[in-house]
């Protein structure tokens, strides 16, 4: 079974992975050196990132206009 997954949806996938990896390491080490070493601090903001990341790719997961089925013109265009 093939699936077409449209070049969009992989790459909207791959910044988002990027930035769950990248972003709240960044707060957290510039959380540390801002705030002379607060670990609570750190680790709170890195967890704000990483949700607000996760809150950004669902909203742009959920505003994509991606067809769910095709239309019955599509279908009997594949056959001839």
């Known amino acids: 079974m093939v699936v077409d997954i449209p070049f969009s949806v992989v790459r909207k996938l791959l910044f988002f992975t990027v930035a769950m990896v990248f972003f709240p390491l960044i707060t957290f080490f510039t959380t540390q050196y801002l705030f002379d070493h607060n670990a609570l601090l750190s680790g709170g903001l890195a967890a704000l990132a990483a949700n607000l990341v996760l809150v950004g790719y669902l909203i742009a ?19 001839d």
């Open 61 to 79: 997961a959920f505003s994509e206009d991606v067809p769910l089925e095709p239309t019955k013109k599509e279908d009997e265009v594949k056959l």
